[in-house]
């Protein structure tokens, strides 16, 4: 089954635009939501991340949205660049997970058109 | 890649061969992972580390194995491959400065099962 759901799965959007990707997750135990970057050929690359105590956390252009009671948290990428083409995934993990486990969402492929 | 190397970066075989992947870590992370990444399906785990010789299951691990005998080496078995096990796979780090939740990932393996 899949805690963590991502949406969507692919987003277009034109250069200067904000590009917003979306997770929900089931589990209340979960207590640290990473957001990770990949290009095509390497590996998962950690952009960002949030813990529920916060509301939002900003890294340049890059803005983490949690929404506790919601269970919900989001990706806003302001100002978006070609050079942000690339697959995101979210991405979380709880307490009382004794390998730190993280569960992934399916993965969002945005693509920044010139 | 945060000194995480993977081996073979590519990989042919056929079905009911062994197969084992090899991850190599400088960073002296006490955590290690195998995932792998299907499409639409994000990363799943497949098994993990938490010392030298600690090992568990995760989400997906029928039909693989692992060791670690030394904290720099993880290694992942398939006894006998199949051709589900076509994927792309990830070896990952956690528990170090970055915090315990914080995971970086190597270059990733490309395995084909004929």
């Known amino acids: 089954q899949q805690q963590v759901k991502q949406s969507p799965q692919s987003l277009i959007v034109q250069k200067g635009g904000i590009s917003i990707i979306n997770c929900a997750y089931e589990n209340t135990a979960f207590d640290y939501f990473p957001w990770y970057q990949q290009f095509p050929g390497k590996g998962p690359a950690l952009l960002i991340a949030i813990r529920p105590d916060v509301s939002e956390k900003k890294e340049g252009r890059f803005t983490i949205s949690f929404n506790k009671s919601a269970k919900q948290f989001s990706l806003h990428i302001m100002d978006s660049q070609p050079g942000d083409s690339a697959t995101y995934f979210c991405?979380?993990?709880?307490?009382?997970?004794?390998?730190?486990?993280?569960?992934f969402g399916g993965g969002t492929r945005l693509m920044v058109k010139p | 890649d945060a000194g995480i190397t993977q081996s073979p970066r590519h990989k042919v075989t056929e079905t009911g061969t062994p197969v084992t992947l090899r991850c190599h870590q400088t960073e002296n992370h006490r955590y290690m992972y195998w995932y792998r990444q299907d499409p639409g399906h994000g990363l799943r785990l497949i098994h993990y580390?938490?010392?030298?010789?600690?090992?568990d299951k995760g989400e997906v691990s029928d039909g693989y194995s692992v060791s670690r005998s030394k904290t720099e080496d993880f290694l992942l078995t398939l006894e006998s491959a199949t051709s589900s096990q076509t994927s792309v796979y990830f070896c990952a780090i956690g528990g170090g400065s970055g915090g315990t939740d914080t995971q970086y990932f190597g270059p990733g393996t490309r395995l084909t099962v004929l």
């Open positions: 991405a979380a993990s709880g307490v009382g997970n004794a390998g730190n486990m993280l569960t």
């Open positions: 580390s938490y010392g030298v010789k600690d090992t």
